[in-house]
């Protein structure tokens, strides 16, 4: 019943396009079948799951997104020193002491303590590197410092006017490749040189570890997706880690 209209329900297990009707908000939500069948849509539109496995005592504490946990990834950093500014599009700017671990949040009333995690990947061996924290008695969010594969595509270079000429060599540390790849993939020799203006074709670089940074309250902290992927702290008693790279983990419950 929908504002008086009776609107049967109509299932077709064959369609990729789910409409689902929510009730509570009076609003329509159209799903693709992966969603729908998803233990995310289970969970929160649908309120079908297996309640035995949310049960473990890590879901009870972790992040909901019905109660929409602060959680965001800076696209860059800028600062010197101890001073960072996490920049988001939009002009959203996080701006954070590392010597005092305390951070200004736009539309906060005033600063807010933060403590700081480091955990990097070692580029060859794909293990965690896992550095002191620095931990801020009462702080109510977190600052995690870590490093993403990130592929970086090919592009365009071209000579800057005020070098006049440059050689491969110098072309390749200036885009931070090596210059025998480049050499091979212009397919010429290492000491040839460009003049000021032409434009060359650098080859992708493929996936790279760029560093990442996190910032979010406690409620994100605690959750398995943070324990899990970005601290892999998961509690041995519960959890056993069966594969840890930066691309992914996996976990088995005990």
Not at 33 to 51: A, C, H, P, Q
Not at 86 to 105: H, P, Q, V, W
Not at 142 to 147: F, M
Not at 155 to 174: D, H, L
């Amino acid at each position: 019943m929908i504002e008086g209209m009776n609107i049967k329900a109509n299932p077709d297990f064959r369609s990729n396009r789910i409409l689902l009707f929510v009730e509570k908000y009076n609003s329509f939500v159209l799903l693709s079948n992966n969603v729908f069948n998803s233990t995310f849509g289970k969970r929160f539109l649908i309120e079908s799951f297996d309640e035995k496995a949310f049960s473990h005592e890590d879901f009870s504490s972790g992040a909901s997104p019905v109660r929409q946990p602060f959680m965001t990834q800076a696209e860059w950093v800028t600062g010197s020193g101890n001073r960072v500014s996490l920049n988001m599009r939009g002009g959203y700017r996080i701006e954070a002491d590392l010597s005092t671990l305390i951070a200004k949040l736009p539309g906060s009333q005033g600063n807010v303590p933060f403590s700081f995690h480091r955990r990097s990947f070692d580029k060859n061996t794909g293990k965690m590197i896992e550095l002191p924290s620095q931990i801020s008695k009462n702080a109510k969010f977190h600052l995690v410092q870590s490093t993403m594969p990130v592929f970086a595509p090919g592009r365009t270079y071209e000579v800057p006017q005020r070098n006049g000429v440059m050689s491969v060599g110098e072309i390749a540390q200036t885009n931070g490749i090596e210059a025998q790849k480049l050499a091979h993939y212009l397919d010429c020799d290492l000491d040839k040189k460009f003049r000021s203006g032409q434009k060359i074709e650098i080859p992708a670089r493929g996936y790279q570890m760029t560093p990442a940074w996190f910032f979010m309250d406690q409620e994100a902290f605690d959750s398995v997706l943070v324990k899990g992927f970005l601290m892999e702290n998961l509690p041995e008693a519960n959890f056993e880690k069966i594969y840890a790279s930066p691309w992914g983990k996996v976990y088995k419950m005990k």
